[in-house]
């Protein structure tokens, strides 16, 4: 597989991620907590990053995204960015 297709949301502070991971297994909306909480300027559109290959990515966010099972979310991941939660879409 030389791409994947994810959405992520970022935050500060491992307690935050936690929180919304959490949230996430209580049923709410991936997408919603993206435009409400994470930090980047994807989140206004749920989080969405659109596809992506290999090296156009941090290495521990992307091993985490090409790990990952369509329709899967990943655990928290820190990277110097702060805190992710990935979304495979594809």
Do not use: W
């Amino acid at each position: 597989m030389s791409q994947v297709t994810a959405s992520h949301i970022l935050v500060d502070h491992e307690y935050e991620i936690t929180d919304l991971l959490k949230k996430i297994e209580e049923g709410k909306s991936f997408e919603e907590l993206a435009k409400d909480y994470s930090n980047c300027p994807s989140g206004k559109d749920g989080g969405n990053l659109g596809s992506f290959g290999k090296g156009m990515m941090v290495k521990p966010f992307e091993d985490a995204a090409f790990a990952l099972k369509v329709g899967e979310i990943s655990g928290p991941i820190k990277t110097q960015f702060g805190f992710h939660l990935i979304k495979r879409i594809a």
